[in-house]
């Protein structure tokens, strides 16, 4: 039947398996039960007929058999050796085979530092369920790439000396898309876990000025904005701004909290705190600005401190004339007058050859600032001032120097304040005159300098209105004259 058939065809091929040596096998013993085909003893103690069930027909048949031995198949156990060694070595490549036939998946690390400038030689350590996998370093270009990953949860840790380590867990690694995770590296704030105390303490630091921004006289002379007075040369200094009201502000700080000095003396003016007029450029050696002034003559301010060397005269006679021409105003094609005019003289030079000497500079000073929303000749407010300086120097010895300075500076301003609401009647006029005197004695003893100084200051202010009528106010413009 073809179950026979079958049954011989098996047999031949398990001989053909073992080998020429192993001698044709008997078939006796073999059954199908339920679809399973067993080996079963010969129920005739050895000898007789081996029944076969033929499930589909349901008839009984029976082949001759021999009774099996184990001598009847001298390869078996060989056969059964190697058999145990293929399936062992199969058993041990199952997972690589298994993971190489899974789909893979890629992850790229890229590292940066807060500006966004890529990190090289990062070291990055790929962990899976807590082991790791895979280490790389980052290229040039901060980046780092690890392919041929089985899908999973995996945690990234970086690390580089002088940078912060950072981790990021519980990446879900896919086979869809490559998984891009950036790293901003941070530096490593070292913190001391022990402080050494020495038994006996340091010398204590003391706390000096900054340094200071220095303008020697050439090159203030030869600034293309023509200044006048040291007032208008404070803004080239960086942290020196003057404001639109002409104030003077040192690193944010106004001048209520600095302080004017000239040859050591503060001339700041007493009744406003402000600096004032200053002392003609012409006559200045070097000016020096101090941001933060903790030096012990400087101990009453909290603020900058400009301080002013003048010049002192030379062992010849020395004449300078210093922008003599004024600006002309002209409109519609005709001359108005004039709109700013500062010329100066200076002059120095020895009263006494090698003993007594003189600098003397003066200037005057004259601007017109016109207001655009009012109609001409009545736009204008008008400044004008005179700024004399004179300084003596009398040597009295190779270690002993005498001088006296003496600063004179009247000034007066027309129609303050002017503007559309408050027309030319309704502002008030201001004139001060501001006097200082000073006379300073220079000792040098060794390497020492003992200076004592002695300074009068005198100012005077008065504001005073156009005329004696009321001043009225209304919400389209003040009439009437300024009261105070």
Same mark, same amino acid.
Request: aromatic share 8%; proline share 8%.
């Given at each position: ?6 049954? #011989?065809?098996?047999n ?10 192993? =001698? ?5 013993g073999?059954?199908?039960h ?6 079963i ?7 007789? =007929?081996?029944?076969?069930?033929d ?24 056969? #059964?050796?190697?058999?145990?060694w293929?399936v ?22 890229r590292?940066?530092?807060e ?15 807590g ?18 990953l ?11 000396e ?6 990021q867990?519980?990446i ?12 901003t ?20 630091? =003391?706390? !000096?000025?900054?340094?200071s ?22 803004p ?5 701004v003057?404001?639109p009201?002409?104030e003077?502000?040192i ?12 040859n050591?003396a ?9 600096? !004032? ?26 603020? !900058?401190v ?16 210093n ?19 500062s010329?100066?003289?200076i002059f120095?030079?020895?009263?006494i ?30 400044? =004008?001032s005179t ?35 408050n ?6 006029s ?34 005073? !209105?156009q005329?004696?009528e ?15």
């Open positions: 039947s073809l179950k026979r058939s079958f049954l #011989l065809k098996w031949k091929g398990f001989n053909d398996l073992l080998g020429p040596q192993v =001698e044709p096998m008997n078939l006796c073999l059954r199908r339920y679809q399973e085909i067993k080996i003893p010969p129920s005739n103690g050895g000898t007789g =007929e081996c029944p076969v069930v499930a589909a027909l349901e008839t009984r048949r029976t082949l001759p058999y021999a009774p099996l031995d184990r001598e009847d198949f001298p390869g078996s156990r060989k056969f #059964l050796s190697l058999s145990c293929v062992i070595l199969l058993a041990s490549f199952w997972p690589s085979i298994k993971a190489d036939s899974s789909p893979l998946a890629t992850v790229r690390v590292t940066h530092e500006a966004g400038n890529p990190v090289a030689g990062v070291l990055v350590q790929l962990n899976l369920e082991s790791p996998v895979r280490s790389l370093t980052t290229s040039e270009r901060g980046e780092a790439e690890f392919a041929r089985a899908p999973g949860a995996y945690e990234i840790v970086i690390s580089k002088g940078f912060e380590s950072l981790k867990s519980d879900a690694v896919t086979v869809e898309t490559p998984i891009e995770v950036e790293f590296l941070v530096p490593k704030i070292e913190v001391k876990e022990s402080i050494n105390v020495d038994e006996s303490a340091p010398t204590p630091l =003391e706390q !000096g000025s900054s340094p921004t220095e303008l020697q006289r050439t090159q203030v002379k030869n600034l293309p904005n023509r200044p006048t007075e040291v007032a208008d040369v404070l080239l200094i960086p942290g020196v003057r404001t009201d002409d003077i502000r690193s944010g700080s106004s001048e209520h909290s600095s302080a004017f000095i000239v050591s503060d001339v700041t003016e007493p009744a406003t705190g402000r600096f !004032g007029v200053s002392v003609p450029v012409d006559s200045v050696e070097t000016i020096n600005v101090f941001k933060t002034p903790y030096l012990a003559q400087y101990g009453r301010f909290t603020a !900058g400009v301080s002013v060397e003048t010049r002192r005269g030379g062992d010849k006679w020395h004449f300078e004339f922008d003599p021409l004024p600006e002309f105003r002209i409109r519609s094609g005709h001359l108005r007058g004039l709109r700013d005019a010329p100066r003289i120095n030079g020895p009263l050859a090698n003993r007594f000497y003189l600098s003397h500079g003066i200037e005057y000073s004259l601007h017109k600032l016109p207001v655009r929303t009012l109609s001409f000749p009545f736009n204008e407010t008008k400044q =004008e700024n004399s300086f004179t300084q003596l120097d009398y040597i009295l010895s190779p270690t002993h120097l005498l001088t006296g300075t003496f600063h004179l500076a009247p000034r007066r301003t027309n129609y303050v304040n002017l503007e559309f609401f027309p030319q009647p309704v502002t008030p201001f004139r001060a005159h501001d006097y200082t005197g000073t006379i300073i004695d220079h000792l040098s003893i060794g390497s020492e300098l003992l200076e004592s100084l002695v300074a009068i200051k005198r100012y005077s202010a008065d504001v005073w !209105g005329g004696p009321e001043m009225i106010l209304t919400p389209t413009g003040n009439r009437g004259n300024y009261f105070s």
